[in-house]
């Protein structure tokens, strides 16, 4: 069997490992439940926006505000389980026709940009976050950067769980 024989196994092999690997539930850590937490509590807010809105016919005032700030956090919490479970978006064709040793320092590069710029980005939010500090939320009396310091959190997060796991490619 010829190369080119060998390549749409290897590809319907790996079609298959993913969709097996996305459907597994049992790799929930604990480090999803703030953002499971999260998740819910804005699914609460969402309800209690429509609830007052279209039942009592007497929208609640603060619920839309928070409810874009859950989901702010709980996208930028999901990157954490995005790192952890490393299922960030990448190009995932090349290191397949690349020989192991070629594919382990192309996946250490990948892991080096992704560090970069989430670090990059929460240096930037430490910036931002400082420029807001004076800004108060329209709807609750709290700073407007609690909400920054919460995200350069999530940023700093992943940048560490995406550390270890370049630590832990390099080391295998």
Request: charged share 15%; net charge neutral.
């Amino acid at each position: 069997m010829s190369e080119q024989d060998k390549a749409p196994e290897l590809d319907q092999a790996l079609l298959a490992e993913i969709d097996q690997a996305n459907d597994r539930i049992d790799d929930i850590s604990w480090w999803d439940a703030p953002v499971f937490a999260l998740f819910w509590g804005l699914i609460m807010v969402v309800f209690l926006q429509f609830f007052s809105r279209y039942v009592l016919n007497s929208s609640i005032s603060w619920t839309e505000e928070i409810a874009r700030y859950l989901l702010i956090l709980v996208a930028f919490g999901g990157a954490i389980i995005c790192a952890r479970k490393n299922s960030h978006i990448f190009l995932d064709f090349f290191h397949l026709y690349l020989p192991k040793t070629v594919s382990k320092y192309l996946f250490a590069l990948m892991d080096l940009v992704t560090i970069s710029f989430f670090s990059f980005a929460a240096y930037t939010g430490i910036t931002l976050a400082q420029r807001m500090a004076n800004q108060r939320m329209i709807s609750l009396n709290w700073p407007r950067s609690y909400l920054y310091y919460l995200i350069i959190a999530c940023l700093v997060i992943t940048a560490l769980v995406t550390l270890h796991r370049l630590v832990k490619t390099l080391r295998s």
